[in-house]
């Protein structure tokens, strides 16, 4: 079943973006001080009921500083300070000043871990069976500084480097090790990714295998192969319990070889306890009978259940019953 997805690296600037509208509403604090201080200069020129080209100048010059001379960085923000163009500090968390139009900040970088989603489309394991992978990577920028003065775009640089070390290791690994060893694949790419990106400042912490995908043709078929397994297998344990049981058989009837009484008592035993059920009838073979002498048995039965049936009938006509 496909599922519709963001690309990783549009999702990554999206909230590359969001970050930086948060980062921004510090700024008004800026525009309040300069708005007071733009206010007080020309009350003041109000006052003096003159125009004093000094005070001016000094308001000028105290509204700039409140816009450029300092900023507010985030608690889990490091802001990475350019002087005339060249590295010169982090700064950060909270208040921290600079020299207007000599300082500038190139970028604020979140040093808090980070989830980013990615996955792989179609791609073909080691068997050459097509699989879309999804995942997720638990990243964090450690160094501030690197990640800025090394890579271009970091965002970006995570959002290809995952989706090319997960496909270059699905094509390491066949269908059956995706979907029985996620852990050790994991593990396998968060070292891949981690000695790429840690030059940058970046550290990746952990990668989780979150779904493997095949073709519904080839789930299809794999749900065959393996009902196909149960069955052999349920044959065998058939198999295997006729075979105990025909075992215990033979170990029964040790005791009853070459020893024809014990084979007797055991058959008229039989006998007696199918003939306890009423209208049961039973078909022994001739030989058994005379073995056992079971035809002058059956006789001997008869002639008495013979006699009990006369005596009912010649009951005197006088004698009530």
């Given at each position: ?65 409140c816009l450029l ?122 070292e891949t990714l ?119 009938n010649h009951t ?6």
């Amino acid at each position: 079943m496909t599922k519709n997805k963001l690309d990783t690296e549009v999702a990554l600037e999206k909230e590359h973006a969001a970050r930086e509208m948060k980062r921004a509403s510090t700024f008004m604090l800026n525009v309040v001080l300069a708005l007071v201080v733009g206010v007080l200069t020309t009350l003041s020129q109000v006052l003096l009921n003159a125009f004093n080209p000094w005070i001016t100048a000094g308001g000028v010059l105290a509204v700039l500083a409140c816009l450029l001379g300092f900023r507010v960085a985030l608690q889990w923000d490091r802001a990475v300070v350019l002087r005339l163009g060249r590295f010169h500090a982090l700064k950060g968390p909270g208040f921290f000043e600079m020299i207007p139009f000599i300082d500038s900040v190139a970028r604020y970088v979140d040093m808090r871990i980070r989830a980013t989603e990615f996955f792989s489309e179609d791609t073909l394991t080691r068997d050459t069976v097509p699989v879309r992978v999804d995942a997720i990577c638990f990243w964090m920028a450690w160094d501030a500084k690197k990640a800025v003065c090394e890579v271009d775009n970091y965002y970006r640089a995570i959002a290809l480097s995952t989706q090319t070390a997960l496909r270059d290791t699905i094509g390491t690994h066949t269908l059956e090790d995706m979907l029985t060893q996620r852990e050790a694949l994991g593990k396998a790419l968060q070292e891949t990714l981690d000695r790429k990106t840690n030059p940058w400042g970046i550290t990746v912490q952990s990668v989780e295998i979150r779904d493997v995908t095949i073709p519904e043709n080839l789930q299809n078929a794999m749900s065959k192969q393996a009902q196909a397994e149960r069955e052999r297998q349920a044959r065998i344990i058939l198999g295997t319990a006729e075979t105990e049981i025909a075992s215990k058989f033979v170990e029964a009837a040790l005791p009853y070889q070459n020893n024809p009484v014990a084979v007797h008592l055991r058959a008229m035993n039989m006998l007696y306890e199918g003939l306890k059920e009423k209208g049961s009838i039973i078909i022994v073979p001739s030989s058994a009978v005379e073995t056992m002498n079971l035809g002058a048995i059956g006789g001997v039965a008869a002639l008495g259940q013979g006699k009990e049936e006369d005596g009912v009938n010649h009951t005197p006509a006088g004698r009530s019953t």
